[in-house]
């Protein structure tokens, strides 16, 4: 099958929740340092949690970034702007707290120092959880790329390209799509981003196609 996931100069992971994760999932999957994007559950104890049964945990998301394209730092700066980590968040439990999951010290450090520039200049605290490289457990199927899977002609488009729903997941074209459909990001930048991705020719051919008569 054909890789269609945009080539990176290096991998890293970020991990956080901050609120509902079907929003978080569609506006980072917009941005081109993002390489794709996954929901899921953390910072808990409680084993294998599900949607219906979530524990002590929290809706999160997961992505693999570039970042030579889009930096830890930047994406900090994006998670604190993009939500409330000031009030209580507690009142449905944990399911819906301000939780940052930091995979090493230097994650950890751009964390101390962007809350600290982000409570300077806001003049609030920022009450976000940070932990240290807690496990992340995905969601449910039905849970991932969840805006995109309201789009059964799109779908029907999309779906044979993958020989997986795994790899649907795990894939840039997706993460990219599924931020569009909520207004995160435009089309017209998909297809020029495309031609920095380092496809092979066959599978840029197939998802500039897939762009020209895909139907919404
Ligand atoms: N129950 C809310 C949020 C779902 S989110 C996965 C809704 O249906 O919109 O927590």
Redesign the pocket.
Request: hydrophobic share 20%; charged share 10%.
């Given at each position: 099958m054909l890789d269609f996931n945009r080539r990176a100069q290096k991998m890293e992971t970020a991990t956080f929740g901050m609120?509902?994760?079907?929003g978080p999932e569609s506006q980072f999957g917009q941005y081109p340092g993002v390489i794709h994007t996954r929901t899921g559950f953390a910072g808990g104890t409680t084993a294998e949690p599900t949607?219906r049964n979530m524990g002590d945990h929290t809706?999160s998301i997961q992505i693999a970034f570039d970042p030579s394209l889009l930096s830890y730092e930047d994406i900090l700066r994006i998670f604190w702007d993009s939500h409330d980590a000031v009030k209580d968040r507690s009142y449905k439990g944990r399911?819906?707290l301000s939780q940052l999951i930091v995979h090493s010290t230097e994650q950890l450090e751009s964390a101390q120092k962007v809350k600290s520039e982000w409570e300077k200049q806001n003049g609030k605290r920022i009450g976000t959880e940070i932990h240290y490289d807690l496990p992340f457990y995905p969601a449910e199927d039905r849970?991932q790329k969840?805006f995109l899977k309201r789009f059964d002609k799109a779908m029907d488009t999309l779906l044979p390209l993958f020989p997986d729903h795994t790899s649907f997941v795990y894939s840039t074209i997706t993460a990219r799509l599924n931020g569009f459909v909520r207004e995160n990001g435009r089309l017209s930048d998909i297809k020029e981003e495309i031609g920095d991705w380092q496809l092979s020719e066959e599978a840029e051919t197939v998802l500039r196609d897939m762009l020209q008569y895909i139907r919404w």
């Open positions: 609120g509902c994760f079907w949607y809706e399911q819906y849970h969840y």
